[in-house]
């Protein structure tokens, strides 16, 4: 997965997935182990193509 930030761009492994409350959301907080040291609380971009093979067609809603 690639991260930009401010122009710089990073890699990162995902490490895990966390539930973000227990009411049923089917939301959930993403852990990465990032190589780089970016400060606290810092708005990251994250650049994540899906590939899926099958048949039909995506359209994006934005």
Do not use: Q
């Not at 182990?33 to 994250?46: D, H, K, R």
């Not at 994540?48 to 359209?59: K, M, P, Q, V």
């Amino acid at each position: 997965m690639h991260f930009d930030i401010r122009g710089i761009s990073a890699k990162a492994k995902l490490e895990r997935l966390a539930p973000m409350s227990t009411g049923g959301s089917n939301n959930r907080l993403a852990i990465f182990e990032f190589n780089t040291f970016f400060v606290p609380g810092a708005v990251i971009n994250l650049e994540l193509e899906i590939y899926e093979n099958a048949r039909g067609t995506w359209i994006p809603i934005n």
